[in-house]
C-alpha cells in the first residue's frame, strides 16, 4: 500500500470511526464503515491484479498482502471505543472476523491441488502462507491479561488472522485458481456467480 493511500484511509478512518461509533449500539459489530472499507480493499486488490496480468511482466508481490484489510480492523476496534459496551462489541467482531477467516480458509484449494501452476507462487508462497493460514498461535497471546487489554488483544488477534486468509486467497486469485470476490470479504466469502 503506497504512503498516500495508507494516509487516506487513516485519516477518512478516524474521520468517520467517531460518527460511526455514536450511532452504533453495542449490539451492532461490525458497522458498515467496516463492511466498506473491506470491500474498497478486496476491489483495489482486483483492480492491481487486473493491471498487473494485463501487463507483459504478470502479477508481482506488491499487490499481495492482508495489511490494509487488518487496517480495516483496527478502524473497526477503534469504533467500538466509542461505543456504550466497547467490550461486547470488541467481543462481536472478533467473532465476526474469526467467522469470514473460516469461510474464506474453507473455500482454499490446499497446496497440493496447486502445485507446479508456477513455481514461485503455487509451489514456493501459497504452501507457505497455507501453513501460516492452518497453524495455531504458539501460545494464548492475550491470557492473563486484564479485561480491557484482552477484549482489546483477541479482537486485534482476529483482525490479523483474517488478514493471513485474505493474503493466502489473493495468491490464489493472482494463480487464476478462484474468482473474484463479488464483494468484500466482510459480506460474503463466496465467489461469485
Not at 30 to 36: E, F, G, L, Q
Not at 74 to 102: N, S
Request: with cysteine.
Amino acid at each position: 500500500m503506497t504512503g498516500a493511500r495508507y494516509l487516506f484511509l487513516l485519516v477518512a478512518g478516524l474521520g468517520f470511526a467517531g460518527s460511526i461509533a455514536a450511532a452504533q449500539s453495542s449490539e451492532q459489530a461490525p458497522s458498515d464503515t467496516y463492511d466498506a472499507c473491506l470491500s474498497g480493499e478486496n476491489v483495489a486488490f482486483e483492480q492491481a491484479l487486473e493491471q498487473s496480468l494485463d501487463q507483459t511482466s504478470g502479477a508481482n508481490f506488491d499487490m499481495v498482502g492482508g495489511g490494509a484489510f487488518d487496517f480495516c480492523g483496527v478502524l473497526e476496534i477503534a469504533a467500538c471505543d466509542a461505543t456504550d459496551d466497547r467490550f461486547a462489541c470488541q467481543a462481536a467482531l472478533t467473532e465476526r472476523m474469526d467467522g469470514v477467516r473460516a469461510e474464506i480458509r474453507a473455500g482454499l484449494p490446499a497446496p497440493n491441488d496447486i502445485a507446479g501452476l508456477d513455481p514461485i507462487w503455487s509451489d514456493g508462497l501459497y504452501p507457505n502462507l497455507w501453513a501460516v493460514v492452518q497453524g495455531q498461535s504458539a501460545g494464548p497471546d492475550c491470557a492473563g491479561a486484564e479485561q480491557a487489554y484482552a477484549v482489546w488483544c483477541e479482537a486485534r488477534e482476529a483482525s490479523r488472522r483474517l488478514a493471513d486468509v485474505i493474503t493466502l486467497r489473493q495468491v490464489a486469485r493472482v494463480l487464476g485458481v478462484l474468482p473474484a470476490l463479488e464483494t468484500g470479504p466482510s459480506t460474503t466469502a463466496g465467489e461469485s456467480e
